[in-house]
Nanobody
Framework: QVQLVESGGGLVQPGGSLRLSCAASGSRFSINAMGWYRQAPGKQRELVARIISGGTTNYADSVKDRFTISRDNAKNTAYLQMNSLKPEDTAVYYC?????????????????WGQGTQVTVSS
């Protein structure tokens, strides 16, 4: 299994900033893509930002020009820099990673999720 641990959530005032981190750990694995999703109360989980091998990124329209996703391949860690936060950004933010794992001479794909971190934007 590939485990994901998120950190960096919290309470921030509108217009403020937060930086989320997601560290992946396990054995004999590679990461093809990492992403951040969020789920607000009563709503479905939605994609916030995603980064794939090579550095290509995509963002939800609602966060473009405010959020930036990045990745440190050496640390198997993804970051989400969130600026100009709005109350509507309030949600539980989940990290996701997809890739492959090697077991002996066999490779298998994985799709792992973190436990989530709460982001609350309120005055």
């Amino acid at each position: 299994q590939v485990q994901l641990v998120e950190s960096g959530g919290g309470l921030v005032q509108p217009g403020g900033s937060l930086r989320l981190s997601c560290a992946a750990s396990g054995s004999r694995f590679s990461i093809n893509a990492m992403g951040w999703y969020r789920q607000a109360p009563g709503k479905q989980r939605e994609l916030v930002a995603r980064i794939i091998s090579g550095g290509t990124t995509n963002y939800a329209d609602s966060v473009k020009d405010r959020f930036t996703i990045s990745r440190d391949n050496a640390k198997n860690t993804a970051y989400l820099q969130m600026n100009s936060l709005k109350p509507e950004d309030t949600a539980v933010y989940y990290c996701n990673a997809q890739g492959s794992r090697r077991s002996g001479s066999y490779y298998s794909s994985y799709d792992s999720w973190g436990q989530g971190t709460q982001v609350t934007v309120s005055s």
